[in-house]
Nanobody, 127 residues
Framework: QLQLVESGGGLVQPGRSLRLSCAAS????????IGWFRQAPGKEREGVSC????????YYANSVKGRFTISMDNAKNTMYLEMNSLKTEDTAVYYC????????????????????WGQGTQVTVSS
């Protein structure tokens, strides 16, 4: 069965960095698409960044563009999110998500079309 497990969250001060990991099992990330999403209290879940191994395409939300970097290690079947210059506005539960079928990174991230989700990892940015 497909399973996604996030890790790497924590409490950091503004301006610091965190690296989130999402380990996938039950399926291969090769030639597929997967992404990072986040949800703050009282807000809808939003797409942060998505990546496709099929065409090496990526998507970043405007709010994180230039600060976050998404990557994938095919050997470990793991996706990463390098978060730099963190802001208090980045505080949220971060989830990795994947769709049932292959779609574009835009569809996955903008439309939040993931069907499989990890348990989430809390990121708190506070001074």
């Amino acid at each position: 069965q497909l399973q996604l497990v996030e890790s790497g969250g924590g409490l950091v001060q503004p301006g610091r960095s965190l690296r989130l990991s999402c380990a996938a099992s039950g399926f291969s990330l090769d030639n597929y698409v997967i992404g990072w999403f986040r949800q703050a209290p009282g807000k809808e879940r939003e797409g942060v960044s998505c990546i496709s191994n099929a065409d090496s395409s990526t998507y970043y939300a405007n709010s994180v563009k230039g600060r976050f970097t998404i990557s994938m290690d095919n050997a470990k079947n793991t996706m990463y999110l390098e978060m730099n210059s963190l802001k208090t506005e980045d505080t949220a539960v971060y989830y990795c998500g994947a769709p049932r079928r292959m779609i574009t990174v835009q569809s996955l991230c903008i439309m939040t079309l993931a069907n499989y989700w990890g348990q989430g990892t809390q990121v708190t940015v506070s001074s």
